[in-house]
Every structure is written in C-alpha cells, then in structure tokens.
C-alpha cells in the first residue's frame, strides 16, 4: 500500500520523512537493544519516575549526571589557557547556564538575542557577554531602554558585535546619543560565508573609527566562526583548519598593527562541533560551545563522540493499537500503532527504538509505528531526542533536571519576548 492512500482521513496533517534511527550521519551511540517492554534500564526508570512524578504531558528532561560528564568533557579541551564561553541561545535557562558556569568556572556568555541579553544581565550581574550575532541597533537601543537597577556595566561586560562599517557607524551614532561608551568585537568570516568582515584591510578601517573616538568605543577582540569544518572529521593539521587560522591570524596581525595586544582582547571562535580541533593550538583564546552540554542529535558528530545524550522530551501514551489500523500487511517495524501527546517536534524518537516510518505528524496526538516487540501501555511514556536545544528547549515550560532517577529541579526557561 502507498504511504499517501493510508492517510486518508487525515488531510491538513504534515506528512514527513521517515524519522528513525537510521537517519543519524554519525551514529557513535550504539542504541542498546530494548527489553520487551519497550524501554531498556535507563528509559524504563524515567518512565516509572514520571509515571509516578511527572505532570502528565509532555516534559524536557535533563539528565544532569550526563550534563557534568559533556561540561567536563568541554573544559578539559579548552584547557587551562583558554576561555570556555557558554553558548546561551542552545541553554536557555537561566538554571541551566548557573549550572554550567559553577561547574565550568566560567563568566564567559555568548548571547543571540535582546530579551535573552536583558535577562542575562539581571541574572549574570558578573558575566563578560560577547553577542553571537550583530543586533540591529534598535535591538541595542532596546536593551539599553530596558536595562533595570542592576549591578551589570554594559561598558565593560558587554561586546557588540559589528560585522560591517555601516553597522560600526550606526553604533557610533547610538553611544554618542545615549552617551555611554561601547565595546566592539568585530565579526570576521573565516570560511563561512555568514557575513562579517572579508578583509583584513576592512578591521584596519574599522579600527581607525574606534580610535578616533576613545570616547565612546573601544576594541574587544574578534569574533570568528567556522562550523563549516564540521563533517570533516578534522584535526589541527587539516587544510581547511589550516586555512581558517590561516585567516584569523591575518586579522590578528592588523589588531597588533594597530597597537593592540591580542593577549587582552577576546579572540572569539568554535562551537561544540569544532571546539575540540583547538586543543593545541593558541591562535584563539576564547572558544563557544552550547549544545555539546546537552547534546541533540544534530550533535551526534565527530569530535562530540565521548559527550552523552542528556536532553529528552517525554510524553505520555494515550492510545494504543496492537495491530495498525493503517496498513494491511505492515512492516515489522510497524506492527502496532501508540499515539503519544503532542508531536511533531524537531526529534527523532529515542526510546522505544522499534519504530517505522512517520505515518503523520500531529502537534495534538501523533501516531507512532512499532514493532510487536514493543509492550507499552497507555500511560507509560515514549522517549524522543530532539535533534536541536535553542528553539526545541523553550517549548515544554519548566525544565525537569533528573538526578539518580528523580525530579531534582525545575528550571525555567527564558522568555522569547520581553
Ligand atoms: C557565533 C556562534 N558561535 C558559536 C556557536 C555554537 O553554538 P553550539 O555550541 O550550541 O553549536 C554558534 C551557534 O549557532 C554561533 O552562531
């Protein structure tokens, strides 16, 4: 029977791809055969601990014991000489980051978005904050509008980050107005082709405003990302690494040119995919890396191969078919048919791992295929990864930190707006 002749009734429902294990490009987690029941030790001790705890709908589980092994993982290749900067936009929580920075003894914070920068502020009152992206300067204007009694110096403990000299000049125009002073970290492409500065020669211009105006800018360092090296399974001596320091280092040279010391700015680059490449090398002094704490499975690559899955949705079973009431003679994989509360999140289903192909996607109750293996009953949960944090994070209210099998926190997480 063709996929779309079983989907009769169910016109209006997006309908994807398969969704199973088989679609990992790097599959380093073995997936442990599951018991009968449908779940193996881990997942079967979540399930009783939200079975018995758990408020009945969906939930974003955090397995903190795994968390402590990626951050541990992140600092040690960082190393002692290096800044670990924690990716704020891929841990929205408040908690979570408290979490991260205690046990990564760091003050470092990459920050993507203003209502997120104005709660950093107020909840990170000794964070160094280097924008991740150049905000409009409205988005700078706002967060100066709404920065509340805090003990937090935007003039020292902020980086704005500039990727053209329009946008130099228009926050120029902003300190002049406000009258305050900025710091500037200048954006440069190394390979991505995400913008920010081509040429040396532009920062060499750029640097020249800042000088002429001690006033209300000053230089701190540079910001230069490179996931482009992901999937290349690259260590320091690969051409394309190669090359990306290649073109950090001509940058360098035009801050030393201009009487800078590369010593004292922030030397900005990776992300948990790449980070590891740096272990021996010096060129940047101060290294992003998120999601790699908590892992999606967008994340299942190469250089993250020791880090564990630590990020879960789980939601309960409502309905359970024993045979599939969409197909005559399914697959084995499909032989029976759960539907789960809610759906069609950015995820790929964790726990059972008997699963088919998607039949329909529903955000209200979406139908999973099994194979006859599974015994799960109405009530037990499924488990899903999701394949990333930043948006899938924000979706499920309160974060449930789990440690040794029981809810041991609830985190919130940050708010899109305000
Ligand atoms: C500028 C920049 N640095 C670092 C990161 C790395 O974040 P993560 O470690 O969550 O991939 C990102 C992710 O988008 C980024 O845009």
Do not use: C
């Not at 969704?19 to 079967?44: I, M």
């Not at 211009?205 to 701190?220: I, Q, Y």
């Not at 032989?335 to 996607?361: C, F, H, R």
Request: charge should be negative.
């Amino acid at each position: 029977m063709k996929r779309r002749s079983l989907l009769g009734g169910a016109a209006g429902l997006a309908v994807t791809a398969g969704v199973g294990p088989g679609s990992l490009l790097w599959a380093p987690f073995a997936r442990s055969k599951a018991k009968s029941s449908g779940h193996d030790a881990y997942f079967a001790k979540l399930n009783e601990m939200l079975k018995r705890d758990g408020p009945g709908h969906p939930v974003m589980l955090l397995d903190t014991a795994r968390i402590n092994h990626n951050i541990d993982r992140i600092t040690a290749s960082v190393g002692d000489g290096k800044q670990y900067r924690v990716v704020v936009k891929s841990l929205p929580s408040v908690p979570l980051l408290q979490h991260v920075t205690q046990r990564a003894k760091t003050k470092a914070l990459m920050v993507f978005h203003q209502p997120f920068l104005n709660a950093t502020a107020e909840a990170f009152p000794e964070a160094d904050v280097l924008m991740g992206k150049p905000m409009p300067v409205t988005a700078a204007r706002t967060f100066y509008d709404k920065l509340g009694n805090t003990k937090f110096d935007p003039a020292s403990q902020v980086q704005w980050l500039i990727d053209s000299h329009d946008r130099l000049l228009q926050y120029q125009g902003l300190a002049r107005t406000l009258g305050l002073k900025m710091q500037l970290n200048f954006e440069i492409d190394v390979g991505l082709r995400r913008g920010g500065l081509a040429e040396p020669e532009a920062l060499s211009a750029a640097l020249a405003v800042v000088a002429a105006d001690p006033e209300h800018l000053s230089v701190s360092g540079l910001m230069g990302y490179e996931p482009h090296l992901t999937g290349q399974q690259a260590d320091l001596n690969h051409p394309e690494v190669r090359k990306v320091l290649g073109i950090y280092h001509g940058f360098i040279e035009r801050l030393q040119a201009a009487d800078l010391n590369p010593e004292q700015l922030t030397l900005n680059g990776a992300g948990s995919h790449t980070l590891k490449i740096y272990e021996k090398d010096d060129t940047m002094n101060d290294l992003s890396a998120g999601s790699g704490v908590v892992m999606p499975t967008d994340f299942d690559t190469y250089h993250l191969i020791d880090h564990r899955p630590a990020l879960f949705i789980a939601t309960p079973i409502l309905k359970r078919y024993t045979h599939n009431p969409f197909m005559a003679e399914p697959p084995a994989n499909m032989q029976q048919v759960y539907y789960i509360y809610g759906g069609y999140w950015k995820a790929k289903m964790a726990s059972p791992v008997e699963v088919g192909d998607t039949i329909y996607q529903s955000t209200n109750q979406s139908p999973i295929a099994t194979s006859a293996e599974v015994n799960l009953e109405v009530d037990d949960y499924m488990f899903l990864r999701p394949t990333q944090s930043e948006f899938v994070m924000l979706q499920f209210g309160d974060l449930l930190a789990v440690s040794d099998g029981e809810i041991s926190a609830r985190w919130p997480v940050f708010h899109q707006t305000g």
